[in-house]
């Protein structure tokens, strides 16, 4: 009796301790040290990995029309869950999905290098096939300038740290402010976002990306209006040939550095894409309209992902 009972005990301490450990490492994954993100990426010994420069990625480019379809085999993209989630299981299920975009580039006349983490990706299909804005990518699809530097590489780091350099550059749309690339994976498989279906004003979104620094920052709010906008407002300038620019406008917080973040319906969907921001201010006195006098909002704009299905010919 006195044994079984020793055996009880020990199995029961056992248990507490393992459930102690359990806790401990549920505790430990929560809180994340992004400072330590990149602590093993070492600059110097990082662009000898990349294969293509932003020359070769621009002579590319340059091949390419504005809005035409991906050229090559087809883009194989996930169809839209229907399963209702709630936040937390949205973030656990697509952070994985989502990259920061990096760039590297030699500083003249010093030759050193500099680190510039430039905005945010998600992934489309599972052999490599990205989203991200226009703008974010500007460098290399628009004329290059004395300012382009001919040695800079375009990359991406996901959730584990790993460096993944884009290789090829896929689609643009200058007025919808989207272009699709590929990375070299390394023989990895991506987990890719599934493509939904158009938001309605009043649909709950989320927004899931890095803003100036605050890595994997998930945000939620509301389509706001669907609407179509004039040239002026195309942040990512206007091509008079391309298509009538339209955008989703959402009130979820973001900023600076989410650019080309993904935006989320509640089934975990991508129904938008993070563009940009539009302050609105007036003149305190008079309460006329004018920039950067007291800010009373902002409006958040992105492109819908019906501008995404329609530039890969869906």
Same mark, same amino acid.
């Given at each position: 009796m006195?044994?079984?009972?020793l055996i009880?005990?020990?199995a029961?301490?056992?248990?507490?301790?393992?459930?102690?450990?359990? &806790?401990?490492a549920a505790t430990?994954?929560? !809180?994340?040290?992004?400072?330590?993100?990149?602590?093993?990426?070492h600059?110097?010994t990082l662009?000898?990995?990349?294969?293509?420069?932003?020359k070769?990625l621009?002579?590319?480019?340059?091949?390419?029309?504005d809005?035409? =379809?991906p *050229?090559?085999?087809?883009?194989?993209?996930?169809?839209?869950?229907?399963?209702?989630?709630?936040?937390?299981?949205?973030?656990?299920?697509?952070? &994985?999905?989502?990259?920061?975009?990096?760039?590297?580039?030699?500083a &003249?006349?010093?030759?050193?290098?500099n680190?510039?983490l430039?905005?945010?990706?998600?992934a489309?299909?599972a052999?490599?096939?990205?989203?991200?804005? !226009?703008?974010?990518? *500007?460098?290399?699809l &628009? *004329? $290059?300038?004395?300012a382009?530097?001919?040695d800079?590489?375009y990359?991406?780091?996901n959730?584990?740290?790993q460096v993944h350099?884009?290789?090829? +550059?896929?689609? !643009?749309?200058q007025?919808?402010?989207?272009?699709?690339?590929?990375?070299?994976?390394?023989?990895?498989?991506?987990?890719?976002?599934?493509?939904g279906?158009?938001?309605?004003?009043?649909?709950?979104?989320?927004?899931?990306?890095?803003?100036?620094?605050?890595? !994997?920052y998930?945000?939620?709010?509301?389509?706001a209006?669907?609407?179509? +906008?004039?040239?002026?407002?195309?942040?990512?300038?206007?091509? $008079?040939?391309?298509r009538?620019?339209?955008?989703?406008?959402?009130?979820?917080?973001?900023?600076?550095g989410s650019?080309?973040? $993904? +935006?989320?319906?509640?089934?975990?969907n991508?129904?938008?894409?993070?563009?940009?921001?539009?302050?609105?201010?007036?003149?305190?006195?008079?309460?006329? +309209?004018m920039a950067?006098?007291?800010?009373?909002m902002v409006?958040?704009?992105?492109?819908?992902v019906a =501008?995404?299905?329609?530039?890969?010919?869906?």
């Open positions: 006195k044994t079984n009972q009880l005990l020990c029961f301490a056992l248990l507490l301790h393992t459930s102690a450990r359990g &806790q401990a430990h994954n929560r !809180y994340i040290d992004y400072q330590q993100f990149f602590s093993h990426l600059l110097d662009s000898g990995k990349a294969t293509v420069s932003l070769i621009h002579d590319s480019a340059a091949l390419l029309a809005e035409a =379809a *050229k090559g085999e087809e883009i194989k993209t996930l169809r839209a869950s229907r399963k209702s989630l709630d936040g937390a299981s949205i973030y656990a299920l697509r952070k &994985q999905s989502v990259f920061i975009i990096g760039k590297l580039s030699k &003249q006349p010093s030759g050193t290098t680190f510039d430039i905005g945010t990706a998600f489309i299909s052999n490599g096939v990205c989203v991200t804005n !226009y703008h974010v990518l *500007k460098d290399i &628009q *004329k $290059p300038t004395i382009n530097n001919n800079s590489l990359f991406i780091i959730t584990d740290g350099f884009i290789d090829n +550059i896929l689609a !643009y749309s007025n919808n402010d989207i272009a699709v690339f590929h990375i070299n994976t390394r023989g990895m498989s991506l987990v890719p976002l599934p493509l279906r158009p938001a309605e004003v009043g649909d709950p979104v989320y927004c899931l990306s890095h803003p100036l620094g605050f890595f !994997y998930f945000s939620n709010g509301m389509v209006r669907n609407v179509t +906008i004039d040239k002026q407002a195309a942040a990512a300038g206007y091509n $008079p040939l391309g009538p620019p339209i955008r989703m406008e959402i009130t979820t917080d973001y900023a600076i650019s080309g973040g $993904p +935006i989320l319906d509640q089934c975990g991508l129904v938008g894409i993070v563009s940009s921001t539009a302050p609105i201010s007036t003149d305190q006195g008079k309460g006329a +309209i950067g006098v007291h800010q009373q409006v958040k704009d992105t492109a819908p =501008a995404l299905l329609e530039l890969l010919g869906r």
